[in-house]
């Protein structure tokens, strides 16, 4: 068994097909209709036949309510592995990114964690 597709919920996907690609590097693999909303992943250019991330319309209330109740928590909603978080960080604030977590060391890795604009804090980790 393998994972195939994972989930973040956004508050606007075309707004999240943006900072998913442009800013984080994602690729577009996906994009159909599905009703009011559509059926939108993305994908690493290292692995384009890899784990797809949905990005999912956080419509439904208990999406919206799970959703915002990690954030004021100060929960990541996923984890997001990169080469050196520190340079990461830095790039991302140089975007304007809201970093809500400092590269910090964990044992065996440094984490940091940054606001999606989408809803969503997001770690990323270096091993």
Request: charged share 25%; aromatic share 6%; with cysteine.
């Amino acid at each position: 068994m393998r994972i195939h597709v994972t989930s973040v919920y956004v508050d606007d996907q075309e707004k999240a097909l943006d900072v998913y690609t442009r800013l984080l590097g994602f690729v577009r693999k996906t994009d159909v209709p599905a009703g009011q909303h559509r059926w939108l992943t993305v994908v690493s250019p290292e692995e384009p036949d890899g784990v797809e991330l949905l990005l999912e319309p956080a419509a439904h209330p208990a999406a919206r309510t799970f959703q915002q109740a990690l954030f004021e928590e100060g929960i990541p909603l996923t984890s997001f592995a990169v080469d050196d978080v520190r340079a990461e960080v830095e790039r991302l604030r140089a975007e304007g990114v809201e970093i809500r977590q400092e590269p910090t060391a964990m044992g065996p890795v440094t984490v940091a964690a940054f606001a999606d604009g989408c809803g969503n804090l997001v770690q990323i980790v270096q091993k």
